[in-house]
């Protein structure tokens, strides 16, 4: 079993920056595939980021390409999601979750999830 914990949510004005955590625990943090999505109030749940645990691949969702990054601490069981410029876009549960898999963006490729960070981007 996987145990994922979000944290680093929070208020942030737009055109500013955040950093999520994840801290996993449970099987191997090295040999699994990692990802970040998040959900809207009244919208379905969209693909982030994703990192592998080969090579530390990454794939970013094309709206966040050159704005986010996914990194993976390994020795700390954390995964991590650097945010830059955000949107307003109002408040966001951003979610952490875990692959036996292979890199992929859909939500139903992961096994494991957190229960959410909230993050807010105002004006």
């Known amino acids: 079993q996987v145990h994922l914990v979000e944290s680093g949510g929070g208020l942030v004005q737009a055109g500013g920056s955040l950093r999520l955590s994840c801290a996993h625990s449970?099987?191997?943090?090295?040999?699994?595939?990692m990802g970040w999505f998040r959900q809207a109030p009244g919208k379905e749940r969209e693909f982030v980021a994703a990192?592998?645990?080969?090579?530390?691949?990454?794939v970013y969702a094309d709206s966040e390409k050159g704005r986010f990054t996914i990194s993976r601490d390994n020795p700390e069981n954390t995964l991590y999601l650097q945010m830059h410029d955000l949107k307003m876009d109002g408040t966001t549960v951003y979610y952490c979750?875990?692959?036996?898999?292979?890199?992929?963006?859909?939500?139903?490729?992961?096994?494991?999830w957190g229960q959410g960070t909230q993050v807010a981007v105002s004006s």
């Open positions: 449970g099987r191997r943090f090295s040999t699994t595939t």
């Open positions: 990192i592998s645990w080969i090579l530390d691949n990454t």
């Open positions: 979750a875990a692959s036996q898999g292979t890199l992929g963006v859909m939500a139903a490729g992961y096994e494991y």
